[in-house]
């Protein structure tokens, strides 16, 4: 397993590199000149060309690729135009908040999707898995941003049960958390949860089909030692693949929902740079959002290689 997670990660830096040009490339095609916005519009040409200087944005294009990929190397993600600070300071700053969500809303994916899955292979073809099945298609074609406003014009503004903005540490208060991150983090599981559990459920339902069911069923065992032990544990497999994935989009659906609850995270952080053409911000964003999703495939590739170690071997082979 050590050897299969080395190969892996040694996998994803040739990645993490062409994903780094491709972001520096993307930047420079962007119409806009930070030079400009970092003058304001009072700055003069001649303050506006010193400030390109500074920025090296007067070198060619190879010198610029070059002192990115040198600065990159040295853990160095340039200043903010907007904020004059540290890109990987103002980013670690804003982390925790965007981790804590994106937490909250995997777990209420996990709890709501898969139990939802499970009841809805389990009652198969009745009303409750008709049921079921509608409400993970409606879950699915929800939109999050549409569903966070609802939800704060019925939880705040009508009812007044949840504040309609801001983020509590969990650290420094669950109840504060509960409060500020329950709605956010609901409207990003809603379409998770369908997602989860629609192929929990077409999981289950091949499984619970298989002779090894049949006999655990015939030997007398409790029927939840039946789903639990034997017909979720080998249903895991699609499912685990697909949590990897999930959680990716929820780390980058984050910007959306971050900026419609005004959660100082790394959504915001990033949403704001590039309305205002940060682009140190935009590419240290970025490569870090990247470099975090290549990570969870990596965690999921793992779990996927530990539930069926035929995966391991098969690419070892």
């Not at 540490?169 to 559990?197: C, E, H, K, N, Y």
């Not at 544990?233 to 697909?242: E, G, L, Q, S």
């Amino acid at each position: 397993m050590l050897a299969f997670a080395i190969k892996r990660l040694l996998h994803t830096i040739p990645i993490l590199a062409i994903v780094s040009l491709i972001a520096f490339g993307m930047i420079k095609l962007v119409p806009g000149d930070p030079a400009v916005v970092m003058g304001g519009t009072n700055a003069t040409a001649a303050e506006i060309d010193q400030i390109r200087r500074n920025l090296g944005l007067d070198q060619p294009f190879h010198v610029q690729l070059g002192a990115f990929y040198w600065n990159l190397l040295h853990g160095d993600l340039g200043n903010s135009l907007l904020l004059n600070v540290p890109v990987t300071s103002a980013i670690i700053e804003r982390l925790p908040a965007t981790l804590w969500l994106s937490a909250y809303a995997m777990l209420l994916t996990l709890i709501f999707g898969l139990a939802t899955g499970i009841i809805a292979a389990l009652r198969h073809n009745t009303w409750v898995d008709q049921a079921a099945t509608t409400l993970a298609l409606i879950g699915v074609s929800l939109p999050n941003f549409w569903l966070g406003l609802v939800m704060i014009v019925v939880f705040s503004v009508h009812l007044g049960w949840l504040p309609t903005s801001g983020f509590v540490d969990p650290a420094d208060s669950i109840v504060g958390f509960l409060r500020t991150a329950t709605m956010p983090a609901a409207a990003l599981a809603m379409l998770q949860i369908g997602l989860l559990a629609r192929i929990t459920r077409s999981a289950m339902l091949e499984v619970l089909r298989q002779d090894y069911v049949r006999t655990a069923r015939a030997k007398g065992l409790p029927e939840w030692v039946v789903v639990m032990k034997h017909a979720l544990a080998n249903a895991m497999i699609p499912i685990v693949t697909v949590v990897g994935l999930i959680f990716s989009v929820l780390i980058s659906g984050s910007i959306v929902i971050e900026t419609i609850f005004t959660i100082p995270g790394m959504g915001a952080l990033l949403g704001n740079a590039i309305l205002r053409r940060d682009y140190p911000m935009i590419q240290g964003g970025l490569l870090f959002v990247a470099a975090a999703l290549m990570l969870l495939n990596l965690l999921a590739d793992m779990l996927y290689a530990y539930f069926d170690p035929r995966v391991q071997v098969d690419r070892d082979g």
